[in-house]
């Protein structure tokens, strides 16, 4: 079945633009992730989404970021006056469940470059 | 806090077996996974231990000593296409409703050489 899409792929921006990239989610999927990535860096968590309960926004950087997520299904993460600290690649990942054995399986990405 | 360690790099000989250690020390515990990431891909799910022991599957197996902090990932009979960075990943702190986040180290890069 499909996997996790993730929109644009690529998206190169300038410094102080709004930035929004999209997930979609393998269908039936409660569990919604952010993660980002810099170059040598491990998966830095941003923010977490489990049904229709209130977000963990815990990782969330500055509030120049924000996500949500629309009838529990497509997510959005936006991205306010981005900086070029904020080039890195963006992953999605949805599983079952947001415990136990439930796996995440990753979209592909969003590599973000602010110039 | 959370603190996932695991070895940067690491270099092993095709048809050979090969050990990448994870230490954590995080806030809760809930479970360990590994993931395999292939350069510019998405991680993909290997495996899963939430008691301690060994798990296998074919190839690769995954070690975990819950009293120690400690797992490994076990791969054998090394091919080409192992080439990747190994993540190590705990679900830790608690995000609400029953869930659990997911924190990952940094990664191990395992070359395979002929």
């Known amino acids: 079945g499909a996997g996790v899409s993730q929109s644009p792929s690529n998206k190169v921006t300038e410094k102080g633009k709004d930035v929004e990239l999209r997930c979609d989610p393998i269908?039936?999927?409660?569990?919604l992730y952010w993660y980002r990535q810099s170059l040598g860096q491990g998966l830095e968590f941003l923010i977490y989404?489990?049904?229709?309960?209130?977000?963990?926004k815990s990782g969330l950087p500055s509030d120049r970021f924000s996500a949500e997520r629309t009838g529990g299904s497509v997510s959005t993460l936006t991205i306010q006056r981005t900086q070029q600290e904020d080039s890195a690649v963006y992953l999605c990942?949805?599983?079952?469940?947001?415990?136990?054995?439930?796996?995440?399986?990753f979209g592909n990405g969003t590599r973000l470059t602010v110039t | 806090g959370q603190n996932i360690d695991q070895p940067t790099e690491m270099t092993a000989t095709e048809g050979a077996i090969v050990q990448i250690n994870c230490t954590y020390q995080?806030?809760?515990?809930?479970?360990l996974f590994w993931y395999q990431q292939h350069a510019g891909e998405a991680p993909t799910f290997l495996s899963y231990?939430?008691?301690?022991g060994l798990e296998e599957k074919g190839r690769f197996s995954s070690f975990l000593s819950r009293s120690k902090g400690y797992s490994y990932l076990l791969l054998k009979e090394l091919q080409m296409k192992d080439s990747a960075s190994y993540l190590c990943?705990?679900?830790?702190?608690?995000?609400?409703?029953?869930?659990?986040?997911?924190?990952f180290g940094k990664g191990t890069k395992l070359s395979v050489i002929p």
């Open positions: 990943a705990v679900r830790d702190a608690y995000s609400g409703a029953g869930s659990y986040q997911l924190t």
């Open positions: 990942a949805s599983s079952l469940v947001g415990q136990g054995d439930s796996p995440l399986h």
């Open positions: 995080t806030s809760g515990f809930n479970g």
């Open positions: 989404f489990q049904g229709n309960s209130a977000p963990d």
């Open positions: 231990n939430v008691l301690d």
């Open positions: 269908s039936g999927h409660t569990a």
